[in-house]
């Protein structure tokens, strides 16, 4: 069984200023890890996946996340946030036989000019 | 990357009516697709997996009865709520992982279904 835990159900930040939302896993096997945004009654965009490899993993529209093995982390970084990231983010992980995802419980940034 | 387009993104009907959503893959062959419940403010909880031709495998807690999946072909599946009550009220999200990439799935817009 796996599970996700998103420790911050929001966080607010000021436009510019940097950000990280905190993602930890729990699994006995070997995971995929992933981080999603959701807008307001939207599905879900893919920001970023770790399948294996180098720990830091680049995504679109600046975001970065690092894997951490020993800790069980995954948490997503950003700069520079701007108003528009705005949204739900979903950390979820796959372990490499099931099919499905199990997802956190989000993370509502909050982006204040 | 690869589209998923789901149908309809709203819709309200009445209690005890039945609600049919449309989940396909415009640019990929869907292998499997999984069907999630999202409530306010909460995560996504997967309700259901379906590979093509085969019936769906359904999560705990989830009635099969009640939520009918059919992926009679590889770029369709539909999600029908049957004789739905105000507590099906809900946002469903479909998802499609293809026979390319194993690794990942791609999303649907979502439907927002309300029951009254």
């Known amino acids: 069984a796996q599970s996700v835990t998103q420790l911050d159900s929001q966080v607010p930040v000021f436009e510019e200023a940097p950000v990280e939302l905190r993602c930890n896993y729990s699994?006995?096997?070997?995971?995929?890890l992933f981080w999603y945004v959701q807008y307001p009654n939207q599905g879900l965009q893919l920001l970023l996946k770790?399948?294996?490899?180098?720990?830091l993993v680049k995504g679109i529209n600046g975001f970065e996340a690092e894997f951490n093995k020993s800790q069980t982390s995954f948490h997503l970084r950003k700069p520079s946030v701007h108003i528009s990231d705005t949204a739900e983010y979903f950390c979820?992980?796959?372990?490499?036989?099931?099919?499905?995802?199990?997802f956190g419980s989000g993370t509502r940034l909050q982006v204040q000019p | 990357g690869a589209v998923v387009s789901q149908h309809p993104s709203r819709v309200i009907c009445k209690s005890g009516t039945s609600v049919k959503i449309e989940c396909r893959s415009l640019?990929?062959?869907?292998?499997?697709m999984f069907w999630y419940r999202q409530f306010p403010k909460q995560s996504l909880m997967l309700m259901a997996t379906?590979?093509?031709?085969?019936?769906?495998?359904?999560e705990q807690g989830v009635e099969k009865d009640k939520f009918l999946i059919n992926h009679a072909s590889l770029t369709l599946s539909t999600l029908t709520v049957t004789s739905a009550h105000p507590e099906d009220s809900s946002f469903y999200i479909c998802?499609?992982?293809?026979?390319?990439?194993?690794?990942?799935?791609?999303f649907g817009q979502g439907t927002r279904l309300t029951v009254v």
């Open positions: 979820a992980v796959r372990d490499t036989g099931r099919r499905a995802l199990t």
């Open positions: 640019d990929f062959q869907a292998t499997t």
């Open positions: 770790y399948l294996s490899g180098s720990t």
């Open positions: 379906s590979n093509e031709g085969s019936k769906a495998t359904y």
């Open positions: 998802s499609a992982r293809g026979d390319r990439d194993f690794t990942e799935a791609f």
């Open positions: 699994s006995s096997v070997s995971v995929y």
